[in-house]
């Protein structure tokens, strides 16, 4: 029968650690596969914690670069930030449209379609 805990949980937490949040590259590291963390992560959930914080530290740190840049007038930047921050104010290139009706979705939708080319 295998050993189904073949890495202590501190082993596990300090691959993940190293690698980033990384889920791949701390199999590397250990020399196991995606799977193999992935059964850590479940029995364990303080594991699970500790990649979801990981990866808020790297999105507050690509969030503080973006405003940076964005304070110093970068274009690409500025409409990328535009785009995704700037919604309610008009800057994007689609519409959302909501097709619900008084908090209901709209399951039954009748569409009528009219020549108006007839003589």
């Not at 104010?89 to 399951?107: F, L, M, N, P, Q």
Request: hydrophobic share 30%; with cysteine.
């Amino acid at each position: 029968m295998a050993n189904k805990n073949k890495y202590t949980v501190e082993q596990i937490k300090d691959a993940i650690t190293k690698a980033g949040g990384f889920i791949s590259i701390a199999c590397k590291s250990l020399s196991c596969t995606r799977k193999t963390i992935y059964n850590y992560l479940e029995k364990y959930p303080e594991l699970k914690e500790q990649v979801s914080d990981i990866r808020e530290q790297y999105l507050d740190i690509a969030e503080a670069s973006l405003i940076q840049k964005v304070k110093d007038g970068n274009t690409p930047e500025l409409i990328f930030y535009l785009k995704t921050q700037g919604k309610k104010r008009g800057y994007t290139e689609r519409a959302d449209v909501d097709i619900t009706s008084g908090g209901k979705s709209i399951t039954d939708i009748k569409i009528e379609v009219f020549d108006t080319n007839k003589d």
